[in-house]
């Protein structure tokens, strides 16, 4: 696994473009110019992996954006030593960038081929992520309470067993909706029955999937 001076070079030129697209929290703009997101591509896509865009990682997955991930991370507002679940674990990027940040991350990828190659991915970058395979609606609720939530698939509406296991003054983050786009969402829960929704524009996500593929 190499990460040279090149890919350094790279990588902080996407972050300042990640900058310039509105990102100002040099947390977050710390943890893309460390994590090295050639290493969740193919080797023959050193060039992609740096340019702000989705690509695909099979499975009908992709990783995402690098600013859909600052942006999205930024909405969370996570701070250093917070429990974060992911759903939709995919290539592990977004994971990696919240373990860069000190949250302590548990992630959830339904399908299976995509949850064996991030497994041996992030053993061998030497990140301490919980990696489990399940069906993201069911979330973890051995491992709850979490401080934070993250949803990186398109959900119908806010999963009912997510909230669940969302502390009280905890924060989810999901992109919301059936179609095409979908309305990125913040969702603060001050209480059981208590939730205050916002909205953060349009995204495209690919659709989150229920139970595990077998």
């Known amino acids: 696994m190499n990460d040279s001076y ?5 990588r902080k030129k996407l972050v300042e473009q990640v ?6 929290n040099e947390e977050i703009l710390n943890a893309l110019q460390a994590v090295p997101r050639h290493f969740f591509l193919d080797s023959s896509f050193v060039e992609i992996a740096y340019q702000d865009k989705p690509f695909p990682i099979g499975a009908g997955q992709t990783i995402s954006q690098p600013y859909t991930v600052a942006f999205q991370t930024e909405l969370l507002q996570v701070e250093k030593g917070n429990k974060v679940l992911e759903v939709g674990t995919g290539s592990g990027y977004q994971a990696c960038v919240l373990a860069e940040m000190g949250a302590r991350v548990f992630t959830i990828e339904r399908h299976h081929s995509l949850y064996r190659k991030t497994k041996q991915l992030l053993n061998e970058m030497k990140y301490s992520i919980k990696l489990f395979y399940g069906d993201g609606y069911e979330g973890l609720p051995a491992f709850a309470p979490f401080d934070r939530i993250l949803v990186t698939a398109a959900a119908p509406q806010v999963p009912r067993k997510l909230l669940d296991q969302l502390k009280i003054g905890g924060m989810m983050v999901v992109p919301l909706g059936k ?5 990125m969402t913040r ?6 029955d208590e939730l205050e929704k916002q909205e953060f524009g ?3 996500f690919v659709p989150m999937l229920g139970d595990k593929e077998r």
């Open 19 to 24: 900058r310039a697209k509105g990102i100002r």
């Open 202 to 204: 349009n995204f495209r």
């Open 6 to 10: 090149r890919h350094k070079g790279l």
């Open 187 to 192: 969702v603060v829960k001050h209480g059981d």
């Open 179 to 183: 179609g095409d786009t979908q309305i």
